[in-house]
C-alpha cells in the first residue's frame, strides 16, 4: 500500500532518468495521470499510456538528441502528506526563475503555475521540475 503516490511517481521517473531508461511504469491513480499529462503537455516526456490490464501507466522518457541528457534535470515534491502547501494565484512562487514548471492542484484540475497565474487560481503546490 502506498500512501503518497505522488511522491512514487516522481522518485520512478527520477529514478529512471539516472539510469537513462526509455520507458517506466508507474501505478495508476487519477492524480497521477493527470500530473503525467503536465508533464507531455510541457514537453518533460515524449508520450504516456494507460495499460488496461495491469492498471499501470507506461511513461516514454524524453532525451535531448545530441547529448542524450534527459529534458528533466530535476523533480521535486512541494507539498508532502505531512505539511499541506497552499498559494494565491498572486503568490505563486517562481521555479528556477520562470524555467522550471510548478505543478499545481487547483479547482479546475491539475495546472501548471502558469495556467493557473493566467486564470487566477491558487492551490495546493504539488511538485516542480526543470
Not at 17 to 23: F, G
Not at 89 to 95: C, F, L, R, V
Request: charged content about 20%.
Amino acid at each position: 500500500m502506498q500512501n503518497d503516490t505522488i511522491s512514487d511517481m516522481l522518485t520512478r521517473i527520477r529514478n529512471a532518468n539516472i539510469l537513462h531508461k526509455k520507458t517506466v511504469l508507474i501505478p495508476w491513480t487519477r492524480i497521477n495521470e493527470e500530473i503525467i499529462q503536465v508533464f507531455t503537455r510541457e514537453g518533460f516526456i515524449t508520450s504516456a499510456q494507460k495499460q488496461e490490464e495491469s492498471n499501470n501507466i507506461l511513461v516514454t522518457l524524453k532525451y535531448h538528441n545530441k547529448t542524450q541528457k534527459s529534458c528533466i534535470t530535476n523533480l521535486q515534491r512541494i507539498s508532502k502528506p505531512g505539511l499541506r502547501l497552499y498559494s494565491k494565484a498572486k503568490d505563486m512562487p517562481k521555479i528556477l526563475g520562470g524555467m522550471g514548471v510548478l505543478v499545481v492542484s487547483t479547482s479546475k484540475g491539475i495546472l501548471t503555475d502558469n495556467e493557473a497565474k493566467q486564470n487566477q487560481l491558487g492551490g495546493e503546490l504539488l511538485c516542480s521540475v526543470w
